[in-house]
C-alpha cells in the first residue's frame, strides 16, 4: 500500500509541470498554417477544408503548406501554388474571374434591386396614404358645417 | 413469423398509397359536388393512413430491435453489437428509413390538422385535405417504387453490416427527428395557402388559422439545424459546429425562408397587408424543405451526410419538386389579380416597412445560400469545371447579411404599425444604441480592431440590449399601473402578451446565439502540439499536461485515449480524455473530443497521431462562449413555446360567440 502511494505521488509528480519544465509550444507558421488551411479544399473529400479532414492527399497538402511556409512564401504564392497543381476546385472561395463572378455579384445585385423596389414601393404607398387622409381630413370640416346647418 | 411481420408493413404502406389516392379524389370531388359525404370519406382515409404508417414504421423498428436481418435494411444499418438505443435510431439512419420518418410525420400531421380545424374552416377543409393527401401520395409512391425500406434478402446475412459509426451519437436520436418535424410542419401552413388560393380567399383567415403551425415548424427547425450544430461540434471534431457544408445548407433555407414568413404573416394578420407575398413565402419554404430532404438523400450533393447514391431516385425527386413548384407558383400567377391587398405601407417609420427590410435581407441570404450550394453543381453540369463555394464565401456574403437582420430584430418589435414619429423613434433607440457603443468600445479596449467584427458586437449588443429594454418597459408600465410586485407584474405581462413577450424571448435568445457565433467564430484559440508523457501546453491560461496514452476498447469498436490533467495557477482542476476509434464492421474511423463546457467557454481536446515514445499529438481549441448558443436555444424554444400557449383569436372569438350569440348568417369564414 506504502508503495502504491509513493508510486502515485511520483507519477503525479511527474504529471504535474514542474515550474522550471518549458511548456511545449507549437511553431509559429502554425497560425497561418490554419489560416491558410481553412481556405483550401481537400480535393479528394466531401466539401471539408484540408485542416479538418483526415484524408491522407489533405495531410500532404499540410505538410506542403507548412514546408512553403518555412521558406517563406507568400500567402498568395503559395494559394497560387495549389491552385496550379489542382485548379479552382481547391479554393473553398470562389475566384471572382470566370464562373465565379455569378457567386459573388448575384447577392449584391438581388439586395440592391429588392431594396430598391420596396423602397420605391413603401414610398408610393406612403404618398398615396397621406393623399387620402388629406381627402378625408378636409372634408371633415363641410361635414360639420353641413351638420351644423342640418342641426339649425 | 417476423418475415410476415415485415410484409405486413409493407401491405399497409402500399394500402396507404391507394388510401391517399382515394382521399385526393374524394376531397376534390366533395369541393365539386358539394358532397359532405365525400369529404367525409377522405378525411377517413387520411386519418386511416395514420394508422397504417404508424403500423409500417413499427414493423420495422421492430425489426431492428430483434436483429432481423433478413430485412436488407436492416442488415446495411445495423449489426448485432449494436447497442438497443441506437438499434431503435438506426431506423433514421440512412435513406430509406429516413424517408419513412418523413412520412409518418406528414400522415400524423395531416390527420391532426384536418382533426382541429374540421369545424373552423369547412369551405377550405377538402382543398386542405387534397392537397396534404397529394404530397402524402408523393412520398408513399417513391417509397413504395424506389425506396422501399421493407424488402428482404434470402439468404439472410449471418450478420449486419453495422451503423456508420458518425450516426452512432446521441446526436442522432435527435437531430434528424426534430429537423424533419420542422420540415414536414411547413406542409399545413402550404395546405392552407393552396387551399386558400384555389379558393381565391386569400384574407387573413389562413393566415391566423396557420400562425401556430408555423410557429411550430420553426421552432422545430431552429431546434432541428441546432441539434445538428450541436451534434457537429461534438461528434465530428473540427472544433466548431457549422461548416457551410452542403446539406447544412439545405436546412438552413427553408430557416431564412420560413423567418421571413413568420413575420410577413404578422403584417396580414395585423394589417391585410402582403398577401401575394405571404403565398409566395409559404410555397417557397415549403419547396426548399423538400429540396433540403432531396438534396441530402438524393446524393447530388456529396458531403459528410449523404449516404445514399441513386440516379434513377433522383430523377423522380427532381419530377415530384418540379410538378409542386408548377403547381404552387402557378397557382399564384393565377390568382395574382384576386391577391391585392386592400391597405396601404403609411409611412417608411413603420412596423411594416421593418417587416419588409427583414424580408428583403433574408430572402437575399437565402437565394445567396441557394446558388452558393447549387451553382458548383450547374457549372460543373454545364461546363465539366468543378468549383468550390464553401465558408470563406457565406462568411464574408452571407454573415453581413445576418447581422443587418439581428439590427433590425432590435429595432423592430418597438415601432408600432402604420406610423411613428422621426423623434419617436430616436428616443426609443437611445437607451439600445448605448448598449451597442459600450460593447463597442469594450471591444477596442480589448483590442478589437477589424470593421466586420465591431459591426458585429454592435449588433448584437445592440439588439440584445433593445428587447431587454423592450420587456422591461413593458414590466415597469404594468407595475406602475397596477402597483404590483416586480415579480408580479413581469408574471402578468409574460402571461398576458405571451404573443408578443414569446416573440421578444425569442429574439432575446436569437441574440444570445448570435453573441455566441460571434465569440467562438472570431475569437477561437488553437494549437497543435506532440506530445510525450509528461509533457504541457499551455491554451487560454490553462496548463494541459500529457500523463499517458492507453487502450480504450468497446463492444463494437478498439480505441485509444490520450489521459490529459488540466490546471489553472498551479491548481489541477480535471481531466480530459479524447479518444480515437476504430470501428470494427464498417472499419472506419472517428474521433471522440474531449469537451469542458464552462460559461466563458470551452476547452476542446482532439487526439491526432501517436509518436514512437510513447507520445501524441494534441490539437487543442478554446472556444469562446460556445455554450452561449445552446444557452440561446433554450430561450428561443421557452419564448416560442410562450407565444404557442398563447389563447388563439379563434377560440376567443368561439367564447366571444357563446356569450352572446350572434345574429345567423354568413359562417365567419
Same mark, same amino acid.
Given at each position: 500500500?506504502?508503495? @502504491?502511494?509513493?508510486?502515485?505521488? @511520483? ?14 509550444? =507549437?511553431?509559429?507558421? =502554425? ?16 466539401? =471539408? $477544408? ?19 511556409? #518555412? ?10 501554388? @495549389? ?15 470566370? @464562373? ?28 398615396? #396614404?397621406?393623399?387620402? $387622409? ?19 | ?18 388510401? /391517399? ?9 366533395? /369541393? ?62 440512412? *435513406? ?24 373552423? *374552416? ?92 408555423? %410557429? ?47 413575420? /410577413?404573416?404578422?403584417?396580414?394578420? !395585423? ?33 459528410? *451526410? ?28 393565377? +390568382? ?16 411594416? /416597412? ?7 435581407? %433574408? ?24 468549383? &468550390? ?29 402604420? !406610423? ?9 433607440? +437611445? !437607451? ?19 470593421? %466586420?467584427?465591431? &459591426? ?116 489541477? %482542476? ?5 479518444? !480515437? ?68 383569436? +379563434? ?19
Amino acid at each position: 500500500m506504502k508503495r @502504491f502511494a509513493a508510486a502515485l505521488a @511520483f507519477s503525479l509528480a511527474m504529471a504535474t509541470p514542474a515550474a522550471t519544465a518549458p511548456f511545449q509550444t =507549437e511553431s509559429p507558421v =502554425e497560425t497561418q498554417v490554419r489560416e491558410i488551411g481553412a481556405k483550401l479544399r481537400c480535393p479528394v473529400c466531401q466539401s =471539408e $477544408n484540408i485542416l479538418d479532414s483526415q484524408s491522407g492527399t489533405a495531410r500532404e497538402m499540410i505538410v506542403m503548406l507548412r514546408e512553403q511556409l #518555412a521558406q517563406g512564401r507568400t500567402e498568395a504564392e503559395i494559394v497560387e501554388y @495549389f491552385r496550379s497543381r489542382y485548379g479552382d476546385y481547391v479554393l473553398l472561395s470562389p475566384p471572382v474571374a470566370g @464562373f465565379g463572378g455569378i457567386i459573388w455579384t448575384v447577392p449584391a445585385v438581388l439586395l440592391l434591386l429588392a431594396g430598391g423596389a420596396c423602397l420605391l414601393l413603401v414610398r408610393r404607398s406612403a404618398d398615396k #396614404a397621406s393623399r387620402t $387622409n388629406e381627402e378625408a381630413n378636409t372634408l371633415e370640416p363641410l361635414n360639420e358645417q353641413r351638420l351644423r346647418r342640418l342641426e339649425l | 413469423m417476423v418475415e410476415s411481420l415485415i410484409k405486413l408493413g409493407q401491405l399497409a404502406t402500399s394500402l396507404a398509397l391507394v388510401l /391517399s389516392v382515394v382521399a385526393v379524389a374524394g376531397a376534390t370531388l366533395a /369541393s365539386l359536388r358539394s358532397s359532405p359525404a365525400w369529404l367525409r370519406t377522405a378525411r377517413n382515409a387520411l386519418f386511416a393512413n395514420l394508422a397504417l404508417v404508424a403500423f409500417g414504421c413499427a414493423t420495422l423498428v421492430w425489426s431492428f430491435a430483434t436483429l432481423d436481418f433478413s430485412v436488407a435494411y436492416v442488415a446495411q444499418n445495423s449489426n448485432s453489437q449494436l447497442p438497443m438505443i441506437y438499434r431503435l435510431t438506426a431506423m433514421w439512419g440512412a *435513406h430509406e428509413g429516413s424517408l419513412m420518418l418523413w412520412l409518418f410525420y406528414l400522415v400524423l400531421l395531416s390527420a391532426i390538422a384536418v382533426k382541429v380545424h374540421w369545424k373552423d *374552416h369547412p369551405l377550405s377543409m377538402p382543398w386542405i385535405i387534397a392537397t396534404l393527401a397529394a404530397i402524402q401520395f408523393g412520398f408513399l409512391a417513391f417509397i413504395v417504387f424506389l425506396s422501399n425500406p421493407f424488402l428482404t434478402m434470402t439468404p439472410a446475412l449471418p450478420d449486419g453490416q453495422d451503423l456508420n459509426p458518425l450516426l452512432q451519437d446521441p446526436g442522432l436520436v435527435f437531430h434528424p427527428p426534430v429537423l424533419y418535424l420542422g420540415y414536414v410542419g411547413f406542409a399545413v401552413p402550404f395546405a392552407f395557402a393552396i387551399a386558400s388560393l384555389i379558393r381565391t380567399h386569400s384574407g387573413a383567415e389562413w393566415v391566423r388559422a396557420v400562425r401556430r403551425w408555423t %410557429l411550430f415548424a420553426w421552432t422545430m427547425l431552429t431546434s432541428g439545424i441546432l441539434m445538428g450544430g450541436f451534434w457537429a461540434y461534438y461528434e465530428l471534431g473540427w472544433g466548431g459546429y457549422w461548416a457551410w457544408d452542403p446539406v447544412e445548407n439545405a436546412s438552413l433555407m427553408p430557416w431564412l425562408t420560413g423567418t421571413a414568413l413568420l413575420h /410577413s404573416m404578422m403584417a396580414q394578420n !395585423k394589417r391585410g397587408l402582403f398577401r401575394t407575398w405571404n403565398v409566395f413565402l409559404v410555397v417557397t419554404t415549403f419547396l426548399l424543405t423538400l429540396i433540403g430532404t432531396f438534396l441530402v438523400r438524393s446524393g447530388v450533393l456529396t458531403s459528410v *451526410h449523404a449516404f445514399a447514391v441513386d440516379p434513377g431516385r433522383g430523377a423522380y425527386m427532381l419530377g415530384f419538386l418540379t410538378v409542386t413548384m408548377v403547381f404552387g407558383y402557378g397557382l399564384i400567377l393565377f +390568382r395574382s389579380d384576386r391577391l391585392l391587398s386592400d391597405a396601404l405601407v403609411e409611412s417608411p417609420y413603420s412596423r411594416e /416597412s421593418a417587416i419588409l427590410a427583414n424580408n428583403v435581407l %433574408l430572402l437575399v441570404a437565402a437565394a445567396t445560400v441557394f446558388l452558393g450550394t447549387l451553382y458548383p453543381l450547374f457549372v460543373e453540369a454545364v461546363s465539366g469545371e468543378r468549383l &468550390s463555394v464553401g465558408a470563406p464565401y457565406f462568411n464574408k456574403v452571407v454573415v453581413p447579411l445576418m447581422l443587418a437582420v439581428v439590427f433590425l430584430l432590435g429595432i423592430g418589435p418597438s415601432i408600432p404599425w402604420r !406610423k411613428v414619429e422621426a423623434r419617436r423613434l430616436s428616443t426609443m433607440l +437611445r !437607451k439600445p444604441l448605448v448598449g451597442g457603443v459600450l460593447a463597442v468600445g469594450v471591444a477596442l479596449i480589448a483590442g478589437v480592431r477589424d470593421l %466586420l467584427t465591431l &459591426s458585429a458586437i454592435a449588433a448584437v449588443a445592440f439588439a440584445f440590449s433593445a428587447t431587454l429594454a423592450d420587456i422591461g418597459t413593458g414590466i415597469y408600465a404594468r407595475r406602475r399601473v397596477t402597483g404590483e410586485s416586480w415579480l408580479r407584474a413581469a408574471r402578468n405581462v409574460l402571461s398576458l402578451g405571451r404573443q408578443r413577450f414569446g416573440g421578444l424571448i425569442v429574439h432575446l435568445g436569437i441574440a444570445l446565439i448570435g453573441a455566441g457565433m460571434i465569440a467562438s467564430g472570431l475569437f477561437q484559440t488553437a494549437v497543435t502540439v506532440s506530445l510525450k508523457p509528461g509533457d504541457s501546453f499551455e491554451l487560454a491560461g490553462n496548463v494541459i499536461t500529457l500523463r499517458e496514452v492507453s487502450d480504450a476498447s468497446g463492444s463494437n469498436y478498439q480505441g485509444r485515449a490520450a489521459i490529459l490533467s488540466v490546471s489553472r495557477d498551479g491548481k489541477p %482542476l480535471y481531466e480530459m480524455q479524447p479518444e !480515437k476509434r476504430f470501428y470494427t464492421v464498417r472499419s472506419m474511423a472517428t474521433t471522440e473530443i474531449a469537451i469542458r463546457s464552462s460559461f466563458s467557454g470551452d476547452l476542446y481536446m482532439i487526439i491526432g497521431e501517436e509518436t514512437q515514445q510513447g507520445g501524441v499529438t494534441i490539437r487543442g481549441y478554446w472556444n469562446p462562449l460556445v455554450s452561449w448558443i445552446w444557452a440561446g436555444w433554450v430561450v428561443v424554444a421557452c419564448g416560442a413555446l410562450l407565444s404557442l400557449s398563447g389563447t388563439s383569436r +379563434r377560440r376567443v372569438e368561439r367564447a366571444a360567440a357563446v356569450a352572446a350569440p350572434p345574429a345567423r348568417g354568413v359562417p365567419a369564414e
